[in-house]
């Protein structure tokens, strides 16, 4: 039972390059989540998914897509890579009617 | 939009000392949920509050949700070098579209010296 995984560990990119980051958690749960850290302000939500096939908007969506084709990957993707997006992206899941989430190890990311 | 006031941000005592941490907002929240980070890792539950006036015990940390579900405090009772990390309060939505989303305060990192 690995839990939440994620891939890469660590990449860095150059301005208006693409990627994708890969979540997959082995818990089947509904809900999964991907946020970013910055220093001093916590854990911001990008996207979250409340199931396989849908998603929706977090609090800081702009330049960021994603997509949940199956109910255990979830799909961060960068179209065209700004230095704003240098951080450290974590994904999360939740099962239904359980508020607690369940953290990957994160992806540091350095976009140049 | 919830906001989540955490302090202080930065904590550096002696092994042996307690301390708290504090998380204030102005909105109502359905559950306040403690996590710990450690560096280079993601963050770990360490405990989930859902009453107000509710406490909870983890070994030397004391975790309380304040009466009207709008505040919540951890304390560390004779701190030690393992309790050296990254503190983080997240509160749960009360309700509709946006129950089970998490708003996190900004951290406290928290270092012990030996």
């Known amino acids: 039972n690995a839990g939440v995984t994620q891939t890469p560990k660590f990449r860095v990119l150059k301005t208006g390059q693409s990627m994708t980051l890969l979540c997959a958690q082995d818990?089947?749960?509904?809900?999964m989540y991907w946020y970013r850290q910055d220093p001093g302000m916590g854990l911001r939500l990008i996207h979250y998914?409340?199931?396989?096939?849908?998603?929706a908007k977090g609090e800081v969506p702009d330049g960021y897509n994603v997509s949940r084709l199956k109910k255990q990957n979830f799909l961060l993707g960068l179209e065209s890579a700004a230095p704003s997006q240098t951080s450290v992206y974590f994904c999360a899941s939740r099962t239904s009617g359980r508020s607690e989430q369940y953290f990957g190890p994160g992806t540091r990311l350095t976009v140049t | 939009t919830q906001l989540l006031e955490q302090s202080p941000q930065f904590l550096s005592i002696q092994e042996g000392e307690n301390l708290t941490v504090y998380c204030n907002s102005s909105s109502v929240f359905s559950s306040l949920q403690w996590y710990r980070q450690e560096p280079g890792e993601g963050p770990v539950l360490l405990v989930t509050?859902?009453?107000?006036?509710e406490v909870k015990k983890l070994k030397r940390l004391t975790f309380q949700f304040g009466d009207a579900r709008k505040d919540s405090s951890l304390h560390i009772t004779a701190a030690q070098p393992g309790d050296t990390g990254l503190y983080l309060c997240a509160g749960g939505a009360q309700s509709g579209t946006s129950y089970g989303k998490l708003t996190f305060g900004q951290g406290t990192i928290l270092t012990v010296h030996p």
């Open positions: 998914s409340v199931g396989e096939g849908t998603t």
């Open positions: 818990m089947n749960h509904e809900y």
């Open positions: 509050v859902v009453t107000g006036g």
